[in-house]
């Protein structure tokens, strides 16, 4: 059965960091290309990161670039979300999805499972 757990959501300022982790089970992470995607309150899913099965790729939503840094650990089934310089427009349910079709073109794609996510808040 595949599993997705994310957790290390908080409540954060302006300008603080957080690391999200997402434990992976029932599957080999390994062989997967994986996403971090978050929602904020009354708006849509908006896809934030992707990283190809090696950890040798990684593709950020421009709304992230240079604060957000996505990493994977395969040999612990883990996906990392590190964030730094947070925003308020960054409060969001931040959730891992494993790709079933990634586009190589803008790095979106089709996912097959998603976690249940975990909460960042972004507020002083």
């Known amino acids: 059965q595949v599993q997705l757990v994310e957790s290390g959501g908080d409540l954060v300022q302006p300008g603080g960091s957080l690391r999200l982790s997402c434990a992976a089970s029932?599957?080999?992470?390994?062989?997967?290309?994986m996403a971090w995607v978050r929602q904020a309150p009354g708006k849509g899913p908006e896809w934030v990161a992707a990283?190809?099965?090696?950890?040798?790729?990684?593709r950020y939503a421009d709304s992230v670039k240079g604060r957000f840094t996505v990493s994977r650990d395969n040999a612990k089934q883990t996906l990392y979300l590190q964030m730094d310089s947070l925003k308020p427009e960054d409060t969001a349910r931040y959730y891992c999805?494993?790709?079933?079709?990634?586009?190589?073109?803008?790095?979106?794609?089709?996912?097959?499972?998603r976690g249940q996510g975990t909460q960042v808040t972004v507020s002083s």
């Open positions: 990283i190809n099965t090696g950890g040798t790729m990684t």
């Open positions: 029932g599957f080999a992470l390994n062989s997967y290309y």
């Open positions: 999805a494993r790709y079933s079709y990634y586009n190589p073109a803008d790095g979106r794609g089709e996912y097959d499972y």
